[in-house]
């Protein structure tokens, strides 16, 4: 008889491993990497200068309520530091939700073509993973609502939503929670929330400050420019913030994190240039791409999604292998439930020409 091996809970080999977004080409060229919604300003260079001084002192431990971030942060927002929480990215902050919140029986909500992640952790938990489909690539809160039951526990919504760029009006996002009974859990992934430029979005920051039940989740990846170190952040009810201090790592945060974040929250005009640069260049390359006949999902964030035909050869993997011999990397989305889309990231002025100029190309190669 075969010796026994060690197990993994129930769910844990249903999850379908998550995949990032590609950096290589073929052939050792350089790539135009558009696959991740990284920043094409790149970081605060007073950010870059506090990681630097912080690797003078590796040998001690961090601080491990990463005071001065929660510091930075409460003081750009006007929050309570005491209700911030840190993670080595916001994955870590979602994924520590789903442990506290989630267990065998429950039920984790989130929508069609929702962010990845949320499966993973819901199914990391042991729990059930609910998906509420989308109307036009959109949340639609009465199909989340007609999800809900006495089993549902955690609602994750990205709003703006990642891959398809779209966001919910907070009037929705109001709905939603005054909808879902008071022990659903409602995260507001707001991942891209510097981005938006709508009179009618919200973050989440009033519906934590005004309810006990919402949590919303922040990153340093996107506009920060700090994917590679990994900190983000959730703005909490108190007693969320305590449940999630008690299964967080003791020093979840690196000192270079906790320093080089801080650094760059401070560092708020860099922070408008970015926006700046996308409130140019994503209209600019929306438009570009709906000029080649191709339909693009108008998007409020960093990226845009772009459908292609179904046809093998003028298709979304033809497109995807066509700008890859070119050096450029976008992001297939079959993953997302849309195996007919690439989601290109805004680059540098000189990469939307690069990315219009090789979808003019195999557009104009297929007729
Ligand atoms: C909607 C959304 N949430 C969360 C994340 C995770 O970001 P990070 O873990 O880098 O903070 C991403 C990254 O792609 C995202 O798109």
Redesign the pocket.
């Given at each position: 008889m075969a010796p026994l091996a060690p197990k993994p809970r129930p769910g844990v080999l249903d999850i379908e491993a998550y995949v990032p977004g590609e950096s290589q080409v073929p052939g050792g060229l350089k790539p135009i990497k558009l696959s991740?919604?990284e920043t094409p300003l790149g970081p605060s260079p007073k950010a870059v200068e506090a990681f630097t001084a912080a690797g003078a002192a590796l040998e001690r431990y961090p601080d491990g309520q990463a005071t001065a971030l929660r510091q930075a942060i409460a003081r750009r927002f006007g929050l309570n530091p005491d209700r911030i929480v840190c993670g080595a990215?916001?994955?870590?902050l979602?994924n520590l939700i789903a442990h506290a919140y989630l267990g065998p029986g429950d039920e984790g909500l989130f929508t069609e073509h929702g962010?990845l992640?949320y499966r993973i952790v819901v199914l990391a938990a042991g729990a059930t993973p609910i998906v509420a489909p989308e109307t036009n690539l959109k949340t639609d809160v009465d199909a989340i609502l007609a999800r809900v039951t006495p089993r549902t526990k955690v609602v994750f919504l990205?709003n703006p939503?990642?891959p398809t760029g779209t966001y919910l009006g907070f009037d929705e996002v109001r709905r939603l929670r005054a909808a879902l009974p008071s022990d659903v859990l409602l995260v507001l992934?707001a991942?891209?929330a510097e981005y938006v430029r709508k009179n009618d979005y919200e973050a989440g920051l009033e519906l934590v400050a005004t309810t006990e039940n919402t949590v919303m989740?922040r990153?340093?990846?996107?506009i920060f420019g700090l994917?590679g170190l990994?900190?983000?952040w959730a703005y909490c009810p108190e007693a969320v913030a305590n449940a999630l201090n008690r299964i967080r790592g003791p020093f979840n945060l690196s000192a270079p994190a906790i320093a080089a974040g801080a650094a760059a929250m401070d560092d708020w005009p860099h922070i408008e240039a970015a926006i700046r640069h996308n409130d140019e260049w994503l209209p600019w390359l929306t438009a570009e791409i709906e000029k080649l006949g191709l339909t693009v999902t108008p998007s409020v964030a960093n990226f845009i999604l772009v459908h292609l035909p179904k046809e093998p050869g003028r298709d979304a993997v033809a497109c995807d292998t066509f700008l890859k011999q070119r050096g450029i990397i976008l992001r297939r989305v079959a993953g997302y439930g849309l195996p007919h889309a690439l989601r290109i990231t805004i680059g540098t002025e000189a990469e939307n020409r690069k990315v219009v100029e090789a979808l003019a190309a195999f557009v104009g190669a297929r007729g």
């Open positions: 991740s919604n990215g916001s994955d870590e979602i962010f992640l990205a939503n990642n992934d991942a891209y989740t990153t340093f990846s996107k994917a990994r900190i983000g």
